[in-house]
């Protein structure tokens, strides 16, 4: 339907996909995957990957893993499903300004998380505590296991199969591995992922905007949940500027839409940041291939100097005032005791495991079993853990 005197014209009518830098991974000259498959028809070959991983069991647990607050504490607030979504968005965001592959930063940005286990980092603490006599704990490596051994959707192997690209990015998108973890080291002899070297700058994309989203998005829900003020988090430079924007913007805002339009600011001048210090650093390295990239000494996407000064006051504020919360602490405390309990009683009894992980377990207390009953825990949302330890531990409950 046509309106007299009104134009329409697409938003989108001159946004088509910039061509890609010579520096981004090409699909057309990917490493491949461990297990060969034919070609994915009209999709590319990082297309493929982030839709297995969309597709795949790990990522719609991410709906009930908490981010900061469990999920009976409010319906409102990130998961770490949401969380994934908005690293994506940001991801792609900063890939197309960058002329790099869109689809493989997606993917990794979807798959970042996959390996988190319960109740955020206090049941990765946790874990880690448990396991620490068998290597430890560190939810990168089991995002990797996620992908390549614990998913079982295919006949033909474990895992997802996914291309080499995506999966370097999974292992080493925070730079070289020094000292890579029990599964990484054995994974990468079967697979070798280049552990010495940085990542492409698509998956230093997307561990850049993993950054961006939860600072800002924890900032947003650290507001909601009235753990302190926007006022309070208005003395800090980076907010001060894009509230007093929005202040000045929209005079007249409830203090919610106030909120959001900060935010909303902050993340843009971020985004805008990482950008423009991606652009200066690629002109001085004039790389010809993404191997160049890989074999700089430095990442090339990082915040610029002037925004890492104004980004770590923020940081400092969310510990101090949101992760170390004494209402945020007590939920810790007793999340981490769930974990603990769960592993101590299926790690000395691994008869009460389901029956296809009791299948993979071996002798009580041993290494394996102590593996398989890290992945079972891992791989559970907040409501199923808490769930079996009631069943665990409450002998009114049925098993």
């Not at 004039?286 to 191997?291: E, L, N, T, Y």
């Amino acid at each position: 339907m046509a309106f007299p005197g009104l134009t329409l014209q697409s938003e989108a009518a001159s946004l088509a996909p910039p061509a890609r830098a010579p520096w981004a991974v090409q699909p057309e000259t990917s490493r491949g995957r461990l297990h060969p498959e034919a070609p994915g028809g009209a999709r590319s070959p990082f297309q493929r990957d982030r839709d297995r991983i969309i597709h795949s069991t790990a990522f719609r647990r991410l709906q009930l893993k908490t981010q900061v607050f469990i999920y009976h504490e409010g319906d409102a607030f990130r998961t770490r499903l949401t969380h994934s979504i908005e690293v994506a968005q940001i991801a792609r965001s900063i890939a197309r300004q960058l002329r790099l592959d869109e689809d493989l930063a997606e993917a990794l940005a979807l798959a970042h998380d996959l390996g988190h286990p319960p109740f955020g980092h206090a049941g990765e603490e946790a874990l880690n505590g448990v396991m620490r006599n068998w290597g430890g704990y560190d939810h990168n490596a089991q995002s990797l296991k996620a992908v390549t051994l614990l998913e079982e959707r295919y006949a033909g192997f474990d895992g997802l199969n996914l291309t080499w690209e995506t999966l370097e990015g999974l292992a080493k998108h925070n730079g070289p591995l020094r000292r890579p973890s029990p599964y990484i080291v054995e994974y990468d002899r079967r697979h070798p992922l280049d552990l010495a070297t940085h990542a492409s700058a698509e998956a230093q994309i997307a561990a850049i905007a993993d950054d961006i989203a939860y600072n800002n998005h924890d900032l947003d829900d650290g507001l909601r949940a009235g753990l302190f003020t926007l006022d309070e988090a208005g003395e800090l430079p980076l907010v001060a500027e894009a509230l007093a924007e929005a202040r000045q913007d929209a005079p007249n805002a409830s203090p919610g839409r106030l909120v959001s339009e900060t935010v909303r600011r902050v993340i843009n001048a971020m985004i805008n940041d990482v950008v423009a210090e991606a652009e200066r650093r690629i002109a001085i390295l004039q790389p010809r291939s993404v191997d160049d990239i890989r074999a700089a000494d430095a990442p090339v996407v990082t915040f610029s100097a002037a925004m890492q000064a104004r980004h770590l006051p923020l940081r400092e504020f969310l510990f101090a005032r949101m992760y170390r919360h004494w209402r945020v602490n007590r939920t810790a405390q007793k999340t981490k005791r769930v974990v603990q309990v769960l592993f101590s009683l299926l790690h000395g009894g691994p008869q009460m495991l389901p029956p296809e992980w009791q299948a993979r377990a071996g002798d009580a207390g041993s290494a394996q079993c102590a593996a398989v009953v890290c992945d079972y825990i891992a791989s559970m949302t907040d409501r199923f853990a808490l769930e079996e330890h009631r069943r665990l531990t409450d002998p009114s409950l049925p098993g």
